[in-house]
């Protein structure tokens, strides 16, 4: 891919010691209107020119830019790769990484980076904006300035964050148990089953018991690849027979990230467990996650969903949709023993779950 790369200058009296690269990849954060009236990406040569501040920081900042900046509903597994690797390469020369990216699909963005990122020792640190740098109101300079500012964080030598985050309005959320749950203020995004990980108010605010600690002796591993054959199943009431055997008819279908109700329910009628076990048969693997946000899936609570455990349906915890669909794509693709492989379903690879 053709990347554009930017050093931005800054107007320090001495080289700066700390070093950040940021990957643009787009979203509302560098939009604007087009002819049509809708917002499309920018290229980041007009988002520097918006945000003179990164200039005064005493950083090294270098920007790398997609070619072609995107929406984030356009974001696919080759992305993920592609920032993944992008990280990989310039390991070694950055102290953090900032990546901005539209909020659409950021949580599912995160989570994929953190199942690639093995060994990560360092920050990796998405943000974005719900209005764009461009409009008085923006939120895009406080998030991107804030998200620098904790991508070059140490304490005692070493990086105060070691994960892929989420920060964003003042929060900073662990990447993979993130959700974007709000489209109409800037709290756009929530982590129910994961405490935050840090608060920017005068101070930013870490709470270290939180976040995964620092390791010298890891050794960052780049785990790639991704298996698109998955689809998600959202159960709801009145759902037919017909509409639960065609979906399952899908064809080269992998994994199934069921989504169900409550602590993981579903509808025990004999047609929708047939269906199931039909499907887990041919080998399908059938990851069951609660449509609610907040709480777990327990197979077996209740009746509805005792049967599940039996058929060989594996319960998903209080995993988000985000992070399951990812993680499921990300075993498929790295993990060709299918036993092996539910069993990797059910344990965090980093921190995605509760063990
Ligand atoms: N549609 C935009 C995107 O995800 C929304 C945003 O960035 O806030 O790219």
Same mark, same amino acid.
């Given at each position: 891919?053709?990347?554009?790369?930017?050093?931005?200058?800054?107007?320090?009296?001495?080289?700066?010691? @700390?070093?950040?690269? +940021?990957?643009?990849?787009?979203? %509302?954060?560098?939009? &604007?209107?087009?002819?049509?009236? &809708?917002?499309?990406?920018?290229?980041?040569?007009?988002? +520097?020119?918006?945000?003179?501040?990164?200039? =005064?920081?005493?950083?090294?900042?270098?920007? *790398?830019?997609?070619?072609?900046?995107?929406?984030?509903?356009?974001?696919?597994?080759?992305?993920?790769? @592609?920032?993944?690797?992008?990280?990989?390469?310039?390991?070694?020369?950055?102290?953090?990484?900032?990546?901005?990216?539209?909020?659409?699909?950021?949580?599912?963005?995160?989570?994929?980076?953190?199942?690639?990122?093995?060994?990560?020792?360092?920050?990796?640190?998405?943000?974005?904006?719900?209005?764009?740098?461009?409009?008085?109101?923006?939120?895009?300079?406080?998030?991107?300035?804030?998200?620098?500012?904790?991508?070059?964080?140490?304490?005692?030598?070493?990086?105060?964050?070691?994960?892929?985050? *989420?920060?964003?309005?003042?929060?900073?959320?662990?990447?993979?148990?993130?959700?974007?749950?709000?489209?109409? %203020?800037?709290?756009?995004?929530?982590?129910?089953?994961?405490?935050?990980? &840090?608060?920017?108010?005068?101070? *930013?605010?870490?709470?270290?018991?939180?976040?995964?600690?620092?390791?010298?002796?890891?050794?960052?591993?780049?785990?790639?690849?991704?298996? @698109?054959?998955?689809?998600?199943?959202? *159960?709801?009431?009145?759902?037919?027979?017909?509409?639960?055997? =065609?979906?399952?008819? +899908?064809?080269?279908?992998?994994?199934?990230?069921?989504?169900?109700?409550?602590? !993981?329910?579903?509808?025990?009628?004999?047609?929708?467990?047939?269906?199931?076990?039909?499907?887990?048969?041919? !080998?399908?693997?059938?990851?069951?996650?609660?449509?609610?946000?907040? !709480?777990?899936?327990?197979?077996?609570?209740?009746?509805?969903?005792?049967?599940?455990?039996?058929?060989?349906?594996?319960?998903?915890?209080?995993? %988000?949709?985000?992070?399951?669909?990812?993680?499921?794509?990300?075993?498929?693709?790295?993990?060709?023993?299918?036993?092996?492989?539910?069993?990797?379903?059910?344990?965090?690879?980093?921190?995605?779950?509760?063990?």
């Amino acid at each position: 891919m053709n990347y554009k790369i930017v050093n931005i200058r800054t107007t320090a009296s001495v080289d700066p010691v @700390d070093s950040i690269l +940021i990957i643009y990849t787009g979203g %509302t954060f560098g939009m &604007a209107f087009d002819e049509a009236g &809708a917002l499309a990406p920018f290229n980041f040569g007009r988002v +520097i020119d918006r945000l003179p501040e990164l200039r =005064g920081l005493e950083l090294k900042i270098t920007v *790398i830019s997609f070619p072609e900046p995107r929406d984030s509903s356009n974001i696919n597994a080759q992305d993920w790769e @592609d920032i993944a690797y992008i990280i990989y390469e310039n390991y070694s020369q950055y102290d953090g990484f900032v990546i901005l990216h539209g909020t659409d699909t950021m949580a599912y963005s995160a989570s994929a980076l953190s199942y690639m990122l093995d060994g990560l020792n360092k920050p990796v640190i998405f943000t974005g904006a719900q209005i764009p740098i461009g409009s008085i109101r923006s939120d895009a300079r406080e998030n991107l300035i804030t998200a620098i500012e904790i991508a070059s964080a140490k304490k005692g030598g070493v990086p105060v964050v070691n994960e892929v985050c *989420i920060y964003f309005n003042y929060f900073l959320l662990r990447g993979n148990r993130s959700q974007k749950i709000r489209s109409s %203020t800037f709290a756009a995004f929530q982590s129910q089953n994961y405490p935050y990980l &840090a608060e920017s108010g005068i101070e *930013i605010e870490y709470r270290d018991n939180y976040m995964k600690p620092h390791d010298p002796k890891a050794k960052l591993k780049l785990r790639k690849g991704f298996d @698109d054959n998955v689809a998600i199943l959202k *159960i709801f009431p009145g759902i037919t027979q017909n509409t639960v055997e =065609g979906f399952f008819k +899908i064809k080269n279908l992998r994994g199934v990230v069921l989504e169900t109700y409550g602590s !993981g329910n579903t509808m025990n009628f004999p047609w929708f467990i047939k269906a199931m076990q039909k499907a887990l048969k041919k !080998g399908v693997v059938i990851f069951n996650v609660s449509q609610c946000s907040g !709480g777990e899936v327990i197979q077996g609570r209740y009746e509805t969903s005792k049967r599940l455990n039996d058929i060989g349906i594996m319960g998903g915890g209080d995993i %988000t949709t985000e992070a399951a669909i990812t993680k499921l794509m990300f075993l498929l693709h790295n993990e060709k023993d299918i036993e092996k492989l539910k069993r990797k379903l059910v344990t965090p690879i980093n921190g995605e779950m509760d063990g």
